[in-house]
């Protein structure tokens, strides 16, 4: 499975970016989706998630209210709206993939990462 992260940059605060993240794999239905973020010299941490199904979301609390995962299954692409954006938000973003019932926080359920994208908010 092949993850391709897009759509970083750097915006002010209190803008939007939306990423996006085109997968090769021929099942994508039937994939969970998700994204983490990882901050210079901070840990790994979980943002979003999307059971295959589309029927279920789980978010971190940082970003509740304020960002959106969403998935096109006939592009084979999930997607992070992110709104209001904060200098807090400034990370490297990760694209994930797994067959799961449901979103899952821990980064060692997922089994396919992305590239990354970065993504800088100024204040």
């Known amino acids: 499975v092949q993850l391709q992260a897009s759509g970083g940059g750097l915006v002010q605060a209190g803008g939007s970016l939306r990423l996006s993240c085109a997968t090769s794999v021929r099942t994508f239905s039937r994939y969970s989706m998700g994204w983490f973020r990882q901050a210079p010299g901070k840990e790994r941490e979980f943002v979003a998630a999307g059971s295959w199904g589309g029927g279920s979301t789980d978010y971190a609390d940082s970003v509740k209210g304020r960002f959106t995962i969403s998935r096109d299954n006939a592009k084979n692409t999930v997607y992070l709206q992110m709104n209001n954006l904060k200098p807090e938000d400034t990370a490297v973003y990760y694209c994930?993939?797994?067959?799961?019932?449901?979103?899952?926080?821990?980064?060692?359920?997922?089994?396919?990462w992305g590239q990354g994208t970065q993504v800088t908010v100024s204040s």
């Open positions: 994930v993939a797994q067959r799961l019932p449901g979103p899952a926080a821990a980064p060692a359920a997922w089994g396919y």
